[in-house]
């Protein structure tokens, strides 16, 4: 079945620090990949996505490369605010011939940014 | 354009009881899903449906059911409630389903005592 394995932190960063967050999958088809955000007492946001291998997904400063070979889609940013705190959710959707949808996500990484 | 709207917000039950959670999709999206997330196992997925039909299931017990309105809007049901039932409810909607991006509501905080 699908899986998604992400680092489950907690992550504490300074402020303009650099930000890498790992994920990893396994699925059966071609997955379509998110990071999801969630702030403390809401929903999750969806924060950016790719949908095929190569793909580069980018958002607010955020950005991930689907890449096949390894099967990862590390969520990055060049320099974190203390307004990104929140936890990620690193997920993937595959359909199989459109009637099977459903998200399978990662265990969520709690991010913390002091300044 | 609204987002997807769930109520209530909060819920308190008890023990052996059922509760009903409503889930209000983005105007035009066809496709709701409904997640439950809790410390232990995160989120997972409970059910999906599209055009009034259920399309996929998440491996929960039979407690847990679920209905699609022809506006769309969609109920979950959870029966003879469990302590272990306490999780935060999240429902999201998309246009169809498939590969494309969900959009979540805020969610249903239950809690049974």
């Known amino acids: 079945g699908n899986s998604v394995t992400q680092m489950e932190g907690p992550v504490t960063l300074s402020e303009e620090a650099f930000l890498t967050i790992n994920c990893t999958y396994t699925?059966?088809?071609?997955?379509?990949l998110f990071w999801y955000v969630q702030y403390p007492g809401e929903g999750l946001q969806l924060l950016l996505k790719?949908?095929?291998?190569?793909d580069k997904g980018s958002n607010k400063g955020f950005e991930a490369t689907y890449r096949k070979e390894t099967t990862s889609f590390h969520l990055e940013k060049g320099s974190v605010q203390v307004s990104d705190s929140a936890v990620y959710f690193c997920?993937?959707?595959?359909?199989?011939?459109?009637?099977?949808?459903?998200?399978?996500f990662g265990k969520g990484t709690l991010l913390t940014v002091n300044p | 354009k609204a987002g997807v709207t769930q109520t209530p917000r909060y819920l308190i039950k008890t023990r052996g009881q059922q509760v009903t959670l409503s889930c209000s999709p983005i105007?035009?999206?066809?496709?709701v899903s409904w997640y439950q997330q809790t410390p232990g196992q995160g989120l997972q997925f409970l059910f999906e449906?599209?055009?009034?039909?259920?399309?996929n299931k998440g491996n929960f017990p039979g407690r847990f059911s679920g209905r699609q309105f022809s506006n769309s809007r969609s109920e979950m049901n959870v029966s003879t409630l469990e302590l272990g039932d306490s999780a935060l409810y999240l429902c999201?909607?998309?246009?169809?389903?498939?590969?494309?991006?969900?959009?979540f509501g805020q969610g249903t905080r239950l809690t049974v005592v």
């Open positions: 105007s035009g999206h066809r496709s």
């Open positions: 997920a993937l959707s595959t359909n199989s011939g459109g009637s099977n949808y459903k998200l399978t």
């Open positions: 999201a909607s998309s246009p169809q389903g498939g590969n494309t991006e969900a959009f």
């Open positions: 699925a059966t088809g071609y997955p379509s």
């Open positions: 790719a949908t095929k291998a190569d």
């Open positions: 449906y599209f055009s009034e039909t259920q399309r």
